[in-house]
């Protein structure tokens, strides 16, 4: 099973940008705790980051074909980005969105999310802990 974990603009600066919101664990950290999941969960997982919408909409094409499922944190691309939406509905394999911080919480620009719409679920609040469990949950999904 291959899995593409695709994090969004802004997301290189965890650990020093806002780390109230987002925690102090650096993305590389993110990364190595998805890694010592995937490992036990005997999934081949990739991760990425991009900051511009062009770059994830290109990644989530490659996906097409490569990979059994996508683990997306679109950043602040999900609450207005329908072309990314588009792009998630056009590849057809299960994606799930992740959001460190809980958007139903935080300002009315981020309590919608255009791609969310298009995935096949949505973690937000857990904080990184949420990508373990899209992991899970994506195994689950692709095992049945
Ligand atoms: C985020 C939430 C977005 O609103 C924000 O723009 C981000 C991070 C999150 O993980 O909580 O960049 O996607």
Do not use: W
């Amino acid at each position: 099973m291959r899995v593409l974990v695709l994090h969004g603009p802004n997301l290189n600066l965890l650990g020093e940008r806002e780390p109230e919101i987002y925690g102090m664990q650096t993305l590389a950290e993110i990364d190595a705790t998805i890694r010592t999941a995937a490992t036990e969960l005997s999934v081949d997982v990739r991760s990425e980051q991009h900051g511009s919408e062009g770059a994830i909409i290109e990644a989530l094409h490659a996906a097409r074909g490569n990979c059994d499922g996508a683990i997306l944190n679109p950043g602040a691309y999900a609450h207005y980005s329908y072309a990314i939406a588009d792009a998630i509905a056009a590849i057809g394999i299960p994606v799930i969105e992740v959001h460190l911080s809980n958007i139903a919480a935080r300002e009315a620009f981020r309590r919608t999310s255009v791609t969310a719409a298009a995935c096949r679920g949505t973690i937000s609040g857990l904080g990184a802990r949420g990508y373990v469990l899209a992991l899970r949950a994506l195994t689950e999904l692709l095992s049945k």
